[in-house]
């Protein structure tokens, strides 16, 4: 595949910003685990395939259980409670009535230990640029949503939710455009959607909660003028951030909804018509976001006491986490701190608050992730000489570093995806 065709794939299929999760939880069956996806050569040398691996990281045995052949792709992410693995793949196809080609899917979920794998979808054929799926688990692992296209073309969409072993599928909505999260008990869904009347050049905008235990939806945003719409995300805490934009006026409002979502707070306002990954530290006193720029997107943080909001940098759009300690927010940057115009792509380790403790640059920090409970940091270093790639463990309390020893990656054609979970 050349540079072109990945970048687009890469801009495009921006998928799964909540499946990755922070829940709290314990699993009996996947302690302590390191998930991570790379491309390499096969034994025989003659093909290329992508794996994904369970580490424990305890012993640092990685264990292989899942794969696909080149040219197709993958991403993978745990479930919140670490139980289960989410893998989307996907791979080029041609149109015949187009000279870009399409993206065909497949989406599966398997056990942490690879065991009782479900199929979701298999060969799901869309127009790539304009398309994006979505899919994750609920808190306990028990439930399951997906979004996939209702056509081809992507005119519309459709949510489904599901136990999480594949049983009692339900159609929740279809739409225009539609996104969905599960409430933190997981009982719930959060709902933003669209619905356009191409006719009338009309599209209205709708907020609801679908309690999956049965009963009437619950709608507490509604909005018919045109150009006006709205999403809402619980954005990692358990109170849920409200987002309305106008395209008419370019100004986007953000607000933190009341315990019963009965009433707005409004916190911020600013230029714009839409922002990227909206999310709330668990203590509610930072929203981070990535809001529009004149050259790029800009990483923001606010302070939802004083309303203040702080540019760090371009923003690379992963990884983004406020840990759950509240100690830090793990950040990609496309450049350096503060500096938007440098280039370079680079991850941040932040207070909450958007100060700079460290920049974490390759070759020494590739693909860093922070663990759900915040004290730890999972990264890739590669060494120069060898181009062996081997996974380290940082207590970000103590400063110390374990080398996984056992999960060093030599002949690897790309950068080792990681997410992490305890």
Request: negative net charge; contains cysteine.
């Amino acid at each position: 595949m050349n540079i072109k065709k990945s970048w687009i794939i890469f801009a495009c299929f921006l998928l799964l910003p909540l499946a990755s999760g922070c829940g709290g939880g314990s699993s009996q069956k996947a302690p302590n685990l390191i998930l991570y996806s790379i491309t390499e050569r096969t034994e025989n040398l003659d093909d290329i395939a992508t794996g994904v691996y369970v580490v424990n990281e305890k012993d640092g045995n990685p264990q292989k259980i899942y794969e696909v052949q080149a040219p197709q792709q993958l991403r993978v992410m745990f479930a919140p409670d670490g139980s289960k693995v989410i893998v989307f793949t996907w791979h080029l196809v041609e149109k015949p009535d187009s000279a870009i080609p399409g993206v065909s899917y497949t989406l599966v979920t398997m056990d942490v230990d690879g065991e009782n794998e479900v199929t979701w979808f298999t060969d799901k054929d869309a127009r790539y640029i304009a398309c994006t799926f979505s899919a994750q688990f609920s808190a306990d692992g028990k439930r399951f949503l997906y979004i996939t296209p209702a056509s081809e073309d992507c005119q519309e969409y459709r949510l489904y939710a599901a136990n999480s072993d594949g049983k009692d599928e339900k159609l929740i909505d279809q739409a225009s455009s539609i996104k969905a999260e599960f409430s933190p008990k997981g009982d719930r869904l959060l709902v933003s959607c669209q619905f356009r009347d191409v006719a009338n050049k009309r599209t209205t905008s709708e907020v609801y909660l679908v309690n999956l235990k049965g009963g009437e939806s619950e709608v507490f945003w509604s909005n018919e003028e045109a150009g006006i719409i709205a999403s809402a995300t619980y954005g990692g805490s358990d109170r849920v951030l409200l987002e309305v934009g106008s395209f008419l006026d370019a100004e986007i409002e953000i607000s933190i909804m009341s315990a019963n979502l009965k009433e707005k707070t409004p916190v911020a306002k600013f230029t714009g018509t839409h922002t990227t990954a909206l999310a709330l530290s668990k203590d509610a006193k930072y929203i981070g976001l990535g809001r529009q720029g004149e050259n790029c997107i800009i990483f923001s943080v606010i302070d939802v006491s004083t309303a203040e909001i702080r540019d760090i940098s371009c923003w690379n759009t992963y990884p983004f986490q406020f840990a759950a300690n509240g100690e830090y927010l793990l950040a990609g940057a496309l450049g350096s701190y503060g500096d938007f115009s440098s280039i370079g792509i680079n991850h941040m380790l932040l207070k909450p608050n958007g100060d700079l403790i460290e920049t974490l640059s390759p070759p020494d920090y590739i693909h860093s992730t922070l663990s759900p409970d915040g004290n730890r940091l999972a990264y890739w270093v590669r060494d120069p000489d060898t181009k062996e790639m081997c996974l380290n463990i940082r207590d970000l309390e103590t400063d110390e570093v374990t080398l996984s020893s056992r999960t060093c990656v030599s002949g690897a054609t790309n950068y080792p995806g990681i997410t992490y979970w305890k």
